[in-house]
């Protein structure tokens, strides 16, 4: 199937009880057995539920992987990941990355003995960082806040020569945008809350791979631990896969549109998209992404929290907020709000400074979304 038609169908087939075509709710926590260990597949729901198994079916299926795994949050999914490692084990990951993983990694893993490094966007950083403790690569691409690119396949090469698991958080391309796992990586990580779902009214997190052992220590710890979304929001998540691929469309659309308008505006000193030519990344994204996405940044010239806080309050359509990947255009502070618990000095490193902001560009009208930019911003 093609993806337009795995989003639709994709592990949903009609319920064999009474032939709905929309994948049942199974509101229940737990399921009567004939016997001891005689049951239909479920015991519990944290260990198992009906609605949650399909939607862990359709997200393999999207990202061309042979088992997924559904969470409450992209971190519990993160937790899960991180749990497969032993103290004195060593990561490698991006410097630019969600301000949440700094912190999952920083202070919650690291006081049990993992060790972490941080390097760049360049696949030659993650071989130099290599030390003979190394068991992950973890990068995303495109980055979050700067919406920088990464090439999976070079970090992928690297990783299988030095027998090292490649983790990629897909969750600003989307699986209709890029499939890590055909490129090299070993797991592949969503937070759903954000594009696959959709709609800014969820939270959920998702693993997909390929790996037969790695996959069941991790749906033994999914179970151990019980991070796991509970029937409505699988079903609410089922739903909103249904349009990914039209809405995925429309959000590209717009922040292209929204980038070249930011580019040739007088107070905005940079922008970060991939889809202008003008990107160092352009090339990047035409070999491993089939789309630019719907996140775009961009520096405000001269710009700085007082100045920031100025443009958001004219803002009538586009909403200041935390998350990303709504049918609505949100935007976002990285400094103080999603990557605030990066240190300052490391954030400036990274290029997160006080005139960076980022933009979730929505599926309204384009030409509203720009009319609302041109408002707000400062005046040459």
Known sequence: MKFKTKVIHAGQEPDEAT??????LYLTSTYRQEAVSSHKGFEYSRSGNPTRKVLEECLASLESGSFGLAFASGMAAEHAVISTLR???????????????YRLFEEVFKPFGLEFSYVGWEATEFERAVKDNTKLFWIETP???????????????????????LVTD???????????????????????????GGHSDLIGGALILNDRDWYDRIRYIQNA??????????????RGIKTLAIRMKQHEENALRIAAFLEDHPMVSEVYYPG????????LAGKQMSGFGGMVSFKLKDGNIDIANKFFKKLKIIALAESLGGVESLINYPSVMTHGSIPEKQRIAIGITKDLIRLSAGIEDAGDLIGDLSRALPSA
Not at 87 to 101: E, L, N
């Open 19 to 24: 032939g709905s075509v929309i994948t049942p």
């Open 87 to 101: 103290p004195g084990d060593h990561v490698v990951a991006c410097g630019d990355m969600y301000g949440g993983t």
């Open 143 to 165: 980055t979050n806040p700067l919406i920088r690119l990464i090439d999976i396949r070079a970090v992928a090469d690297i990783a299988g020569k030095n027998q090292i698991k």
């Open 170 to 196: 897909n969750t600003f391309a989307t699986p209709c945008f890029q499939q890590p796992l055909l490129l090299g990586a070993d797991l592949v990580i969503h937070s759903t809350t954000k594009y696959i």
């Open 225 to 238: 631990v019980g991070a796991v979304p509970g029937a409505f929001d699988s079903w609410l998540m089922l």
């Open 276 to 283: 202008l030519e003008s990107s160092p990344y352009y090339e």
